[in-house]
C-alpha cells in the first residue's frame, strides 16, 4: 500500500513538473495592428478605417524582440470604377517589422517596412519599397 502510494505521488509530482514546464514559454513578442495587440497577424494595412490597402497572406519566417520578417502580398484597391465596386493591384512583398517597445509588460514591434521582390514599384506608388509606424490607436 505505502510504495503504491510512493509510486502515485512521484508519477504525480512529475506529471505537474512537465505540464508546468510546457506552459513556460518564453515571452511572447506582439505588434500593434489596427488598434489592438496582436501575434503574428495574417495581414496589416496602413488604413485602418477603409483596409483600402496593406499586406496579406503573411508568412512569418522570423519573430522576436529584434524584429520579424515574413512573405506576404502586398495590395492595394484601385477604386475604379468606385472603391466599393474597385479592381485590386497585387505585388508580392518581403515585410519586416522593427522598433520593439514596451507596453504594459509586453514587447510590441511597432514599425513594419515592405519592399517588393521584384524591386518593381509598388502598385500605385514610385517607389518599390513603403513603410509605416505601427501606433496603438484606440477604435471609437
Known amino acids: 500500500m505505502l510504495v503504491a502510494l510512493s509510486i502515485v505521488t512521484v508519477v504525480g509530482i ?3 513538473m512537465i505540464t508546468f514546464l510546457n506552459r513556460a514559454v518564453p515571452e511572447h513578442v506582439y505588434v500593434y495592428n489596427c488598434g489592438i495587440v496582436d501575434y503574428k497577424p495574417q495581414s496589416m494595412t496602413p488604413y ?9 497572406n503573411l508568412d512569418w519566417e522570423k519573430w522576436g524582440a529584434d524584429g520579424a520578417t515574413a512573405t506576404g502580398l502586398y495590395g492595394v484597391n484601385l477604386c475604379i470604377p468606385t472603391c ?3 479592381k485590386w493591384k497585387f505585388a508580392d512583398v518581403d515585410v519586416t517589422l ?3 517597445v514596451k507596453a ?3 514587447t510590441i514591434l511597432s514599425r513594419i517596412d515592405i519592399v517588393t521582390t521584384d ?5 500605385q506608388a514610385h517607389s518599390p519599397s513603403m513603410g509605416w509606424n505601427l ?4 477604435l471609437t
Open 14 to 16: 512529475s506529471l505537474g
Open 48 to 56: 485602418c478605417a477603409d483596409d483600402g490597402a496593406g499586406v496579406g
Open 84 to 86: 466599393a465596386d474597385g
Open 98 to 100: 522593427s522598433k520593439s
Open 104 to 106: 504594459n509588460g509586453k
Open 119 to 123: 524591386r518593381k514599384n509598388l502598385p
Open 135 to 138: 501606433e496603438r490607436k484606440r
